[in-house]
């Protein structure tokens, strides 16, 4: 069975309908007192997906993602900072993405998170979105820079045959790769 999926053009795609959606069910709860309540879950929601969407392309179990979004989901409602949240789902994306899906060296991993969670997170406060319109945009411009992550982090992202050819292909050409070195 051939899995030919495309990180990078999916999580773009990703963004894009989650910045969509976020855009047309905030403009019902914008002026209302339930707007941190629908912030929160809207942005719960987008990373519980992309958290299985990453899973699914690593073969991982889906339960392995579980705990850290368990772990979102207690504190998104023990606390009512926005900010906190905020900065802890992108923690909690870190701690999925490069602690449970791709694993790499710890140094390698650290770097990138910090360029693109952290990076992609100050670059939606930078421009300070004070608005549903502008938060929606802020939420597809994080996915945009996500998904930088896997054109420089992993061969998936530019490696159209690698993708396309059988896992047991795969394992045979990474074993050949370990022999020759």
């Known amino acids: 069975m051939n899995n030919s999926n495309r990180p990078v053009r999916t999580t773009i795609f990703f963004g894009l309908i989650c910045g969509l959606i976020f855009l047309t069910l905030g403009l019902i709860f914008e002026r209302t007192a339930f707007w941190s309540i629908f912030f929160r879950t809207a942005i719960f929601a987008c990373l ?5 969407i990453l899973a699914s392309w690593t073969r991982k179990k889906r339960i392995s993602v ?5 772990f979102l989901f207690v504190f998104n409602f023990a606390q009512s900072s926005n900010s906190a949240f905020l900065l802890l789902c992108l923690g909690t994306l870190s701690w999925i993405r490069s602690g449970i899906c791709f694993q790499n060296a710890f140094s390698k991993s ?7 969670s952290i990076g992609g997170g100050a670059m939606v406060a930078y421009f300070n979105p004070c608005s549903t319109v502008t938060w929606a945009l802020g939420i597809w411009m994080f996915f945009l820079i996500q998904s930088l992550y896997f054109i420089l982090m992993t061969d998936t992202g530019n490696n159209e045959e690698h ?3 059988d896992v047991f292909e795969q394992a045979r050409m990474r ?7």
């Open 48 to 52: 519980t997906v992309y958290s299985f």
């Open 66 to 70: 579980i705990f850290p979004l368990l």
């Open 110 to 116: 650290l770097g990138a998170e910090i360029i693109f």
């Open 163 to 165: 993708l396309n050819t």
């Open 175 to 181: 074993a050949e790769g370990i022999l020759t070195r």
